[in-house]
C-alpha cells in the first residue's frame, strides 16, 4: 500500500504544478484586461474606442467558450460606449467606429441566435437517466514492474523542466506586460501635456486676436477722423479763397479763418500720427500672431508622436495576449495527453504500443509548447 500511494503521489504532483501554473497565467490574463478597464475610464474618444475594443475581445472569447449569456454582456456593454462615442464625439474616426459598432452588433444577434437553437434543443430533448458504471471487481495489486516506473519518473522530470520553462515564461511575459503599461502611461502622459500647452497657446491666440482686432478698428476710427479733418480743412481753404477773392470780409474774420486753418492742420498731423501708431501696434500683433501659429504646429508634430507611440503600446499588448491564448490552449492539450497516459499505463502495463504513441503526442505538444516560448522571447526581445 505504501508503495501505491508513493506512486500515485509521483503521478498527481505534476498535475497539481501546471493546475497552479495554469490559474497564474488565468490570473495574469485578467489583471491585463483589468487593467485596460480601468485605462478607458476618461473622455477622450481614444480611450473610450480602446475600452469598447477590450470588451467586444472578451466578448468573443466568452462566446467561443460557450459562455453566452457573460458574452452578451460584454457584447452589449462595448455596444453602448460605440453608441457614446457616436453621440459624444460624432467627427472622431466615423469609418472605424462604424465597423467596430457593424462587428459588435453582428456579434449581439449571433448570441441570441446561438441562444435561442440552443434553448429550444434544451426544451424538446428529455432527460436522460443516469447511467452509473459498475465499479471493477477487485483484484490483488502486484508491484509494477521496470516497464511502467521508468516512464513514470521521466514523465515526472519533464513536468519538473516544463514547470520551470513555464515560469520563466511568465516572469518575462509579466515584465513585458509592465513595460507595456509604462509606455502607455508615459504617451498618455506626453499627450495630456501636449494638450495642455496647446489650450495655453490657444487661449493667448484668442486674446492676441482680440488685441488685433481692437488695432484695427482704431486704425479705422483714425482714417475716418483724419477724412473728416481733411473735408473741414477743403471747407476751410474754400471757404478762405472765397473770403480773399471777395474782399467783403474784414481782417479780423481772416485772421479767425487762417486760426482755424491752422487748428485743423494740426488736427490732420495728430490723425496721422494716430494712424501710423496703429498701423506699427498692427504689425507687431502680427509677428506676434505668427510666432504663436509656429508654437502651434510644433505642438500639433508633439502630439502626432505621442499618438503614434500609443498606437505602437496598444499593437504589441494585443499580440501579447494572443500569444497567451495560444500557451494556455497548448498547456490544455499537453495537460490531456498526460492524463491519457497515466490511464494507460494504470489500465494496462502491457500495452507498450499505444504507451509509445501517446508518448510521441507529448513530445509533439512539448515541441509546439517550446515554439510558443520562442516567439514569446522574439516578441520580448
Keep these: 500500500m505504501e508503495q501505491k500511494s508513493a506512486r500515485s503521489r509521483l503521478i498527481m504532483a505534476p498535475r497539481h504544478r501546471v493546475k497552479r501554473t495554469c490559474a497564474a497565467l488565468i490570473a495574469l490574463f485578467f489583471f491585463i484586461a483589468g487593467t485596460g478597464t480601468l485605462l478607458g475610464q476618461g473622455d477622450d474618444p481614444s480611450e473610450i474606442f480602446l475600452k469598447a475594443y477590450l470588451s467586444a475581445q472578451q466578448g468573443e472569447k466568452l462566446e467561443r467558450e460557450n459562455r453566452f449569456k457573460t458574452a452578451l454582456a460584454k457584447y452589449r456593454f462595448a455596444g453602448s460606449l460605440i453608441e457614446m462615442l457616436r453621440r459624444s464625439h460624432a467627427d472622431w474616426q466615423p469609418a472605424i467606429v462604424e465597423y467596430r459598432g457593424r462587428k459588435i452588433s453582428e456579434g449581439i444577434l449571433r448570441i441570441q441566435d446561438r441562444t435561442i437553437r440552443q434553448n429550444a434543443l434544451s426544451a424538446s430533448s428529455s432527460p436522460l437517466p443516469e447511467v452509473v458504471p459498475a465499479l471493477p471487481e477487485s483484484q490483488g495489486w502486484s508491484e509494477p514492474g521496470p516497464e511502467v516506473v521508468a516512464p513514470q519518473l521521466g514523465e515526472a522530470i519533464a513536468e519538473t523542466s516544463l514547470d520551470a520553462s513555464i515560469k520563466e515564461a511568465t516572469k518575462k511575459l509579466r515584465d513585458k506586460v509592465d513595460q507595456l503599461q509604462a509606455a502607455l502611461g508615459k504617451a498618455r502622459s506626453e499627450l495630456e501635456t501636449a494638450r495642455k500647452e496647446k489650450e495655453t497657446v490657444n487661449t493667448r491666440l484668442m486674446g492676441t486676436n482680440s488685441k488685433l482686432e481692437k488695432a484695427q478698428n482704431d486704425?479705422?476710427?483714425?482714417?475716418?477722423?483724419?477724412?473728416?479733418?481733411?473735408?473741414?480743412?477743403?471747407?476751410?481753404?474754400?471757404?478762405?479763397?472765397?473770403?480773399?477773392?471777395?474782399?467783403?470780409?474784414?481782417?479780423?474774420?481772416?485772421?479767425?479763418?487762417?486760426?482755424?486753418?491752422?487748428?485743423?492742420?494740426?488736427?490732420?498731423?495728430?490723425?496721422?500720427?494716430?494712424?501710423?501708431?496703429?498701423?506699427?501696434?498692427?504689425?507687431?500683433?502680427?509677428?506676434?500672431?505668427?510666432?504663436?501659429?509656429?508654437?502651434?504646429?510644433?505642438?500639433?508634430?508633439?502630439?502626432?508622436?505621442?499618438?503614434?507611440?500609443l498606437k505602437v503600446a496598444k499593437e504589441t499588448e494585443q499580440g501579447v495576449q494572443l500569444l497567451l491564448a495560444e500557451k494556455d490552449d497548448l498547456q490544455h492539450k499537453l495537460a490531456n495527453a498526460e492524463e491519457k497516459v497515466r490511464i494507460l499505463s494504470e489500465s494496462d502495463p502491457n500495452n507498450a504500443g499505444r504507451f509509445a504513441e501517446m508518448n510521441h503526442q507529448l513530445a509533439d505538444l512539448q515541441q509546439q509548447l517550446s515554439e510558443a516560448q520562442k516567439r514569446n522571447d522574439y516578441l520580448a526581445a
Excluded: C, N, P
Design 219 to 309: 486704425l479705422e476710427k483714425a482714417k475716418k477722423s483724419g477724412q473728416q479733418t481733411g473735408d473741414q480743412l477743403a471747407k476751410a481753404e474754400e471757404s478762405l479763397r472765397e473770403s480773399q477773392a471777395s474782399q467783403e470780409s474784414s481782417v479780423k474774420e481772416q485772421q479767425q479763418l487762417r486760426g482755424e486753418v491752422a487748428h485743423l492742420k494740426d488736427a490732420l498731423a495728430a490723425a496721422d500720427e494716430a494712424r501710423l501708431t496703429a498701423e506699427k501696434q498692427m504689425e507687431d500683433t502680427q509677428a506676434k500672431l505668427a510666432a504663436v501659429s509656429e508654437q502651434i504646429t510644433a505642438l500639433q508634430h508633439r502630439r502626432d508622436e505621442a499618438l503614434a507611440q
